[in-house]
């Protein structure tokens, strides 16, 4: 359709996500560019970037080689059909991505984000005990405070209540561990707190009241992020293993956020030393630069899918842009860097220097709990009498327009978790400017 009327370039066509968006246009928060650990807006101001962009951009913002990559690519094949057909790359960063993950977790299912990949993981699971022949094992568990993305799947297992109470009964059949967290035991704790491994156990009682017969998977954040930084218990992890294997059930591990170094390894489950059944990643694989995320399971849930006619679907699941090419080739220059820069080991030698800045925020007004596990911290302030989120938000504006800090928030929790490429000097900067904010709104 011609129209005479110019279209305008305003605000207000868009509907942002996750966003109060009549705040936001009022007083946008825009970037224009990205280098490095910086964001810059339209006007040139630098914002030294505490977020990783949204958990992801773990190499830091529009590097070289990634840039390169994925120009090159565009040049070569923008795009090839995902069913029936593959390209090259696919493979390579199949073999790859599974190369750092543990144990026989060898296989790799490509899809476009986080949400995508729960549901992916939730439904191999369902169909993984269909095709043994054990299909009455449809239930599902997730966990209170757990973030799964926004699939129907992901809000189902996910236990964020503000995610879930408008849209309805979500899938039927799910149950949910409770959470890790206690202040009262566990504040200002850097690491994985000493207590509550026994909230692991909570999965016996759970089966218990379902019978194991009927339970398809357990899935869990190893560090629960987006509720706000919740490292596991000591021990945790490994409980729910036990109880999973006990009883067989699948255990899925969400390393959305955790993936690619985060914690100081590959994938957490390295760093737990737990081996899950599946492992759902996205964000990191790419450093952000373009949407990619996945599943990789172990070899014998492939080769349980592996029978029947040849010339059959062995799952009935896929998306037009699983393994899209521009992702697979950001991702192997991505992997390329990580590996070349040496960027896990480097978080694991920036941890200790990272909790001890986070904690030098330990006593000032309003901070309620410092918690840190590799390059994370949540920090939880005194929320506002009668609105709560109100402290956080205006911590984030101010921190954005007065600090050029960009940090994150999930109700009154303040997360950071910098691109792995963080100098020392820049932790310093971090710390001190995100005191200077919660002083300014407590
Ligand atoms: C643990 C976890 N799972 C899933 C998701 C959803 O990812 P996406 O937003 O790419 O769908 C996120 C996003 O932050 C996440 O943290």
């Given at each position: 359709m ?5 279209v ?14 009549r ?10 560019r990205?280098?490095?650990?910086h964001?810059?807006?339209p ?9 990783a ?38 493979f ?14 060898n ?47 992901g ?8 995610n ?5 009964t979500?899938l039927?059949g ?28 909570e999965l016996?009682?759970?089966?218990a ?7 398809a998977?357990v ?11 919740l490292?596991p218990?000591?021990?945790y ?22 993936g ?5 390894h590959?994938?957490?489950?390295e ?13 990191g ?22 029978r029947g006619p040849?010339?059959?679907?062995e799952?009935?699941?896929g998306y ?31 941890e ?28 939880d302030l005194a ?6 989120g ?7 504006e101010r ?18 978790m ?25």
């Amino acid at each position: 359709m011609s129209t005479a009327v110019p279209v305008p370039n305003d605000l207000e066509a868009c509907w942002l996500p996750f966003t109060p968006n009549r705040a936001f246009k009022r007083a946008p928060r825009l970037f224009a560019r990205a280098k490095d650990m910086h964001y810059y807006t339209p006007d040139g101001r630098a914002v030294l970037d505490a977020t990783a962009g949204l958990w992801c951009s773990n190499a830091g913002h529009c590097r070289d080689p990634i840039v390169a990559a994925i120009q090159r690519q565009a040049e070569e094949l923008d795009y090839s059909p995902a069913f029936q057909f593959a390209h090259p790359k696919s493979f390579e960063l199949a073999s790859r991505v599974a190369a750092l993950a543990p144990a026989d977790l060898n296989r790799v299912f490509f899809c476009n984000s986080g949400s995508e990949g729960v549901d992916t993981a939730l439904k191999i699971a369902l169909a993984y005990h269909n095709v043994r022949g054990e299909g009455a094992r449809t239930r599902l568990i997730g966990r209170e405070r757990g973030y799964h993305g926004v699939g129907f799947g992901g809000i189902s297992v996910g236990g964020i209540v503000a995610n879930r109470k408008m849209f309805g009964t979500l899938l039927a059949g799910v149950d949910h561990l409770p959470s890790t967290y206690d202040r009262e035991r566990q504040a200002f704790t850097k690491g994985e707190p000493e207590w509550g491994a026994h909230l692991a156990d909570e999965l016996e009682r759970i089966v218990a009241l379902h019978d194991a017969s009927t339970i398809a998977a357990v899935i869990v954040e190893p560090m629960a992020g987006s509720t706000g930084v919740l490292p596991p218990p000591k021990g945790y992890l490994q409980k729910l293993r036990a109880i999973c294997d006990r009883h067989g059930l699948l255990l899925i591990f969400d390393e959305v956020i955790t993936g690619f170094g985060r914690l100081g390894h590959a994938f957490a489950a390295e760093r737990y030393g737990v081996t899950p059944d599946m492992i759902v990643f996205a964000k990191g694989v790419t450093s952000g630069a373009v949407p990619m995320a996945g599943v990789i399971v172990r070899d014998g849930i492939y080769e349980a899918f592996m029978r029947g006619p040849e010339h059959v679907v062995e799952l009935f699941h896929g998306y037009t842009y699983s393994a899209h090419p521009l992702a697979c080739a950001a991702g192997l220059a991505a992997l390329d860097l990580y590996r070349d820069e040496k960027l896990f080991e480097r978080t694991q030698a920036l941890e200790e220097k990272w909790a001890d800045a986070a904690m030098t925020l330990k006593g000032q007004p309003g901070v309620l709990d410092i918690r840190t596990v590799g390059l994370t911290a949540g920090i939880d302030l005194a929320p506002h009498p009668g609105s709560p989120g109100l402290r956080a938000y205006q911590a984030m504006e101010r921190a954005f327009a007065e600090q050029n800090v960009l940090i994150r928030i999930a109700g009154d929790t303040i997360e950071l978790m910098p691109p792995l490429i963080v100098r020392e000097a820049q932790i310093g900067e971090i710390f001190d400017k995100v005191g200077r904010v919660i002083k300014a709104v407590v």
